[in-house]
């Protein structure tokens, strides 16, 4: 399995700030998303990000709202721009492993907006 | 009716016992079928993977597939405090789609 490192693990921001997560991955995958957890939620996905072309959003997530790059097989940034309290969540990173389509997470980023 | 559908509990089982946790997914030409286990805290860990009709043994856990029932379980025998957890099941591939989409979750709690 891909070892997926994540980061920051948590962070206190102020609202209508922006917020960038890394995820960086220790070996080439073609799939890679990410995902918001609300608190007592399940996973939703936001987005699936895409090397070399722009991010393919779920439904109820915008660009503008979550940035996304891809620059290359192994790493990928998710942005929470303009936050609000409601953007408190954790967001995790997640990758495809080959044929069998099993996915990983990475540790997650615990966000509060206050 | 949602993709992926659990039963969210709590799901109160005592120790020793098995415990059986459901889902059902909408989209009959899925393929690819997941248990993850997640801890308060922590991101979810897989467990358990199947992708053909039957079961599927790894040590105490059991996943069951009926795909013409579109329904996946998770099997737990000898259950232990440890596995005290919320228990998620994932489909890849709902409706063609290369994407994994989660049920709710069933909140496992052993009682020793």
């Known amino acids: 399995s891909a070892v997926i490192s994540q980061k920051p693990s948590r962070d206190i921001c102020q609202r209508g700030t922006s917020l960038t997560i890394q995820c960086q991955v220790d070996s080439q995958v073609t799939m890679m998303f990410w995902y918001r957890q609300q608190p007592g939620q399940s996973l939703t996905l936001i987005a699936t990000a895409n090397q070399g072309s722009e991010a393919t959003y779920e439904s109820g997530f915008v660009i503008d709202k979550f940035p996304i790059s891809r620059p290359n097989l192994t790493f990928s940034t998710l942005t929470v721009s303009n936050m609000s309290p409601e953007d408190s969540s954790i967001y995790l990173c997640?990758?495809?492993?080959?044929?069998?389509?099993?996915?990983?997470f990475g540790q997650g980023t615990r966000l509060t907006v206050v | 009716q949602k993709e992926v559908e659990q039963n969210s509990g709590p799901l109160s089982v005592p120790e020793g016992a098995i415990a059986s946790l459901n889902c059902t997914y909408s989209d009959r030409g899925s393929q690819s079928f997941f248990w993850y286990r997640q801890y308060s805290g922590k991101s979810p860990e897989l467990i358990m993977s199947i992708y053909s009709n039957g079961d599927k043994e790894d040590g105490r856990f059991t996943a069951q597939l009926n795909k013409a029932s579109q329904y996946v379980s998770l099997l737990i025998r000898d259950s232990q405090p440890s596995d005290s957890a919320t228990y998620l099941c994932?489909?890849?591939?709902?409706?063609?789609?290369?994407?994994?989409?989660f049920g709710q979750g069933t909140r496992l709690t052993i009682n020793p």
């Open positions: 994932a489909v890849y591939n709902l409706e063609g789609a290369q994407k994994l989409v």
């Open positions: 997640s990758v495809l492993s080959g044929l069998n389509t099993e996915a990983f």
